[in-house]
């Protein structure tokens, strides 16, 4: 599961494909994927 983020309205959707639309403002092409919550350690 990922998570998408609308840049318009902020709803967080949790699903396994990128949303066309939002479906809490039904703006579309809005919707990018958030960041991964889980701690990734050291990286360069
Ligand atoms: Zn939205």
Do not use: D, H, L
């Not at 840049?7 to 991964?36: F, H, I, L, Y």
Request: proline share 9%; net charge positive; hydrophobic share 20%.
């Amino acid at each position: 599961m990922a998570v998408f983020v609308c840049e318009k309205c902020g709803a967080r959707v949790e699903t396994r494909c990128k949303p066309k639309k939002c479906p809490q403002c039904s703006e579309s092409g809005t919707m990018g994927k958030a960041e991964n919550p889980k701690p990734q350690g050291k990286g360069s």
